[in-house]
């Protein structure tokens, strides 16, 4: 799930950025979610604070309380790894985003071939999140970091209904929702039961008979439906 985030106080500057981020995301088939503000305000910051994954800020330099710019800073002290895109009608202030050194994917300006440069950024900022290679999450009081190159696969264990992440070197059970682990994860992990995801950049063999996966480090699971067996196959 990638999650945007726009902020902007000009009522039809939002509407055109809303356009192209639905037009963006419908036809490179993301499942989204736009989470949309006219001011840096409480509820904004109720976004910045929260553990959702895959953020994309798209943000207006110049709101009624504050600068985009500091909004950016505030975001940066609690998160390197989300995208930011800066917005603006005032090219001029391009020097002054570069001097504040806030790791900012673009900056655009509202008048200049807007929709193009948008969607460019958008795409690249796509490809950073994809190659974003741990995900980070609170499980009661345990803090887990996790690379997910060496996911093999997530699935839900019905006993203790608890959440398996199988990987390499260990067997990590969460009381996460398979769901809530999912979203943080990119397109490289599909589904291939109703209770199993796998990282599909480490499969190496599907038996169609048989219905068993095997991994490039030689383990297998059977968790393989006939409702899902096209897509992975």
Not at 145 to 173: A, G, Q
Request: proline share 1%; glycine share 2%.
């Amino acid at each position: 799930m990638i999650n945007v985030i726009i902020c902007d106080d000009n009522e039809k500057d939002r509407k055109n950025v809303i356009k192209v981020v639905k037009d963006f995301m419908s036809k490179n088939k993301k499942e989204y979610e736009i989470h949309l503000f006219d001011d840096y305000n409480k509820s904004f910051y109720k976004v910045v604070e929260s553990k959702m994954p895959f953020k994309i800020y798209l943000l207006d330099i110049e709101t009624p309380s504050r600068s985009g710019i500091d909004v950016a800073r505030d975001i940066r002290k609690k998160d390197v790894d989300s995208v930011i895109i800066f917005l603006t009608a005032h090219e001029e202030l391009g020097n002054i985003v570069l001097k504040n050194e806030l790791m900012f994917l673009s900056f655009i300006n509202k008048f200049d071939d807007f929709e193009n440069r948008l969607n460019n950024s958008l795409k690249k900022g796509l490809e950073i999140l994809k190659h974003k290679n741990v995900i980070r999450f609170l499980d009661r009081s345990t803090l887990y970091t996790i690379n997910t190159n060496d996911i093999l696969y997530i699935t839900k264990e019905s006993f203790e209904r608890k959440t398996i992440i199988k990987t390499d070197y260990t067997e990590f059970k969460v009381n996460n929702t398979l769901t809530e682990i999912i979203s943080m994860l990119d397109d490289r992990f599909i589904q291939t039961h109703r209770a199993c995801y796998i990282n599909s950049d480490r499969k190496v063999k599907i038996d169609k008979i048989k219905r068993i996966i095997t991994f490039d480090n030689g383990e297998t699971i059977d968790l393989l439906s006939e409702k899902y067996r096209k897509e992975v196959c």
